[in-house]
């Protein structure tokens, strides 16, 4: 059935890529309720303003050629119950994170058969009252599966990524989807782990439990095996999985990243250490005895006023004789300057 839906997806991009394009309306009306393009062959991208269009409950735009990318603007339709509907169009973008705002969701949320290439968003786990029809299968989704998608605990059918390029393990959190009924599908990825024990809660399950084409490994929990009694068709375990039954690798040790390093010198290079001088306490300079410099007896004694002996050295007694002798002369030569400067006042008054 499956091989079919791809097969006309096909040839609807063919016949889309052969015809008029048509471009969806950047424009519709505030109050718009429902976007319904189902199957009418439009072309282009999704316009950003539809993320506008906050009232809208139900999006469905499968069946398209629509390319480009996902708008994150679309998490802005926080009013959306059911019918998100993406899916058969060749988008080649990552699944926005901004979807995960659609936390009312409660049915049909369809991303399948297309050319997404990211991982799955943690926050899509935030669609908790979702209860039926979770799809992304036939994409290029790669890496783990969220832990956080076993908050949708509210399933009861339709959750599939068969088809996808999964890696890792199966979170123990998807079985908290008690409740699930039927489909329930993770084959044909490259899960790599044991089945965890916590699958054996879904005992609800009727038709469609599939781990095929996987590389799980070691024996069928007891508890994930006696779910087989109740699924009447499509219990797809084993097939595919030729590692059941023996024990999974251990994971590989981590190896440590080497820093690289300048090469330095081999042992034989390596010059012999020399002990660092351990640092002595100096001793104080001994500072020289100055001598005083000879003074001619023949100086004439300076007419400007004599400097003071703080700056000569009063150790010697011959100097400091002499600075006596020169303050005394100078006294004395200043008191006759005195008495004639008198003297030629008086002649001068007299006159």
């Known amino acids: 059935m499956k091989t079919v839906n791809m097969f006309r997806v096909l040839l609807l991009w063919a016949m889309a890529a052969t015809t008029l394009p048509a471009q969806l309306p950047t424009t519709l009306p505030t109050a718009t309720t429902s976007i319904d393009y189902y199957n009418d062959g439009y072309t282009g991208t999704i316009p950003t303003e539809f993320g506008l269009l906050t009232d809208v409950t139900s999006l469905l735009l499968s069946l398209n050629a629509l390319t480009g990318h996902i708008p994150s603007e679309l998490g802005l339709m926080v009013k959306m119950t059911t019918n998100f509907m993406l899916n058969s169009n060749p988008f080649t973008s990552s699944i926005p994170t901004q979807l995960g705002q659609l936390s009312e969701m409660s049915s049909y949320f369809y991303l399948y058969l297309n050319s997404i290439s990211s ?5 899509l786990g935030q669609m908790s009252k979702i209860s039926r029809n979770f799809a992304l299968y036939s994409t290029k989704i790669s890496s783990s599966i969220p832990t956080q998608l076993g908050q949708m605990s509210k399933l009861t059918s339709i959750f599939e990524l068969q088809t996808n390029k999964i890696s890792s393990s199966i979170p123990t959190q998807l079985g908290q989807m008690s409740d699930m009924m039927y489909n329930f599908d993770l084959g044909s990825n490259s899960i790599s782990s044991t ?15 599939g781990l095929s084409s996987n590389k799980l490994c070691d024996d069928v ?9 109740g699924v009447t068709s499509r219990w797809y375990v084993t097939t595919g999985n030729s590692r059941i ?13 080497l820093v690289p390093t300048t090469p330095g010198p ?9 002990p660092t001088p351990v640092p002595t306490i100096p001793q104080p300079t001994q500072l020289p005895t100055p001598v005083p410099s000879p003074v001619p007896t023949t100086t004439p004694v300076p007419t400007t006023p004599v400097p003071s002996t703080d700056h000569y050295f009063t150790g010697q007694k011959e100097h400091a004789s002499m600075l006596r002798k020169a303050k005394h002369d100078a006294a004395v030569r200043k008191t ?3 008495k004639w400067a008198k003297r030629a006042k008086d002649r001068l008054k007299i006159g």
């Open 119 to 123: 991982s799955l968003p943690t926050q």
């Open 195 to 209: 089945i965890p024990t916590q699958l054996g809660q879904m005992v609800k399950m009727s038709t469609y439990f």
């Open 221 to 229: 929990p007891t508890e994930v095996q006696a779910l087989s009694s």
């Open 245 to 257: 039954g023996t024990e999974c690798p251990a994971d590989p040790t981590p190896v440590p990243t």
């Open 266 to 274: 081999t042992t034989s290079q390596m010059p012999t250490p020399v």
């Open 336 to 338: 006759k300057q005195q």
